[in-house]
């Protein structure tokens, strides 16, 4: 078969990209994305598009020579509810939703991965290419997990990527163990009883003792977390129903924790639910905690992340290579697959100029779409070595 052209590619991601960047889709509502990338694979010749999987999933898979090994390549295919302030002409015709975290760049890739590895092999044994919706909500991962993914997709190990502004586009970083945090939510509700703004001794308002329970959350981190615990515990929302001269007979308290290991993230809500009722029992107000966990902490095996450097050193300069300095206080639910088969997940430059994930003027870098794809190829070729 004649070789494809990466020049003719790279044009081609680019013109996909830019069709998932104009058409975004919220989490489990992938349906034209996950039309759009099942009919590329169908075209490519994959053995298998199995549409559907866990809502608007897709899972492609492609065989070559008689290995009985498996490994899964994953992208994520949903955007978020910002509104896109770009002038591009590919910019999101969806009013409200856009593709601010490049997560079209990644379903680009990963079809560029397949049509490669679908043209010229170089493999041998089974790669399954995964594309997950709602990784935004922290949900898509287990609904696919929900649907057999593993009983009907059965593989051994799982890479992923992510694209990193402020990191020059060419540039390649991962981390062995704990590389992004888990996510929890919180509400605290105080129950007290409202009246008068003249006359707040004849009830038990509940704004004071809000502002006293916000304060104290500050000691889980700094007082009650071992300081080698990299812990993050954010109060992000404190809503009353006071009025102008009214005191509020209730307070609610939302936030979000971020932590490493399940046991920290234990002993957050452990401390939490303590810190609630003393101070609320102190204000003679009632708490009521709810503590849910959304993200699990993604930790890399060892032994995978050795494999996506040496896969790496075939795809980027030596000298732009690196281990990252510290885990990322940020959530990934390429997580959940990990606790199932081991895998590694790293980061590639989106560009120095690039605007943040999750901004209004944020926009994948397509100068990276085939640095994406060839580290796709170059691990499973790695991997699953003929
Ligand atoms: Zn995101
Ligand atoms: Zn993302």
Same mark, same amino acid.
């Given at each position: 078969m004649a070789e494809l052209d990466l020049e003719t590619l790279k044009r081609e991601m680019t013109g996909w990209r830019r069709d998932l960047h104009a058409h975004p889709e919220f989490g489990f509502e992938e349906k034209r994305t996950s039309a759009f990338v099942a009919a590329k694979l169908r075209e490519f010749g994959l053995d298998d598009v199995a549409e %559907?999987?866990?809502?608007t999933g897709v899972v492609g898979t492609l065989k070559r020579g008689n290995g009985n090994r498996a490994i899964a390549l994953r992208a994520d295919m949903d955007a978020l509810r910002i509104s896109e302030q770009s002038s591009a002409p590919? $910019?999101? %015709?969806?009013? %409200?939703?856009?593709h601010a975290c490049g997560h079209d760049g990644h379903t680009a890739m990963l079809l560029g991965a397949a049509k490669l590895l679908a043209s010229e092999g170089g493999f041998d044994g089974t790669v399954r290419f995964i594309f997950q919706p709602a990784e935004e909500w922290g949900r898509g991962a287990l609904a696919m997990l929900d649907d057999g993914l593993m009983q009907r997709f059965p593989f051994d190990e799982i890479f992923g990527l992510h694209n990193m502004p402020g990191l020059p586009v060419g540039h390649f970083e991962t981390r062995a163990g704990p590389a992004m945090s888990a996510e929890d939510n919180f509400e605290i509700v105080l129950k007290g009883i409202g009246g008068h703004a003249a006359r707040p001794h004849s009830g038990n308002e509940t704004l004071v003792a809000a502002c006293a329970l916000v304060t104290n959350?500050?000691?889980? &981190?700094? $007082? $009650?977390?071992?300081?080698a615990d990299i812990a993050v515990v954010s109060v992000t929302e404190l809503i009353t129903d006071g009025t102008r001269n009214a005191l509020p007979g209730l307070a609610r308290i939302l936030g979000d924790a971020r932590s490493f290991h399940p046991e920290v993230s234990a002993g957050i809500e452990r401390q939490m639910r303590v810190i609630a009722q003393g101070t609320a029992a102190a204000y003679n107000v009632a708490a009521e905690v709810t503590y849910t966990r959304e993200f699990v902490p993604l930790r890399n095996d060892a032994e995978l992340v050795d494999a996506a450097f040496a896969a790496a050193g075939n795809v980027f300069e030596p000298g732009n290579i690196? &281990?990252?300095r510290e885990p990322m206080t940020a959530s990934e639910d390429?997580? $959940?697959?990990l606790d199932h088969v081991p895998g590694c997940f790293v980061f590639l430059g989106n560009g120095e100029a690039s605007a943040p994930l999750?901004?209004?003027s944020y926009d994948f870098n397509d100068d990276g779409l085939l640095f994406g794809a060839n580290f796709h190829v170059a691990i499973a070729r790695l991997r699953l070595e003929v």
């Open positions: %559907g999987v866990g809502g590919y $910019r999101s %015709g969806n009013a %409200g939703i856009m959350l500050q000691t889980i &981190v700094s $007082r $009650r977390l071992s300081p690196a &281990v990252a390429f997580a $959940r697959f999750h901004n209004s």
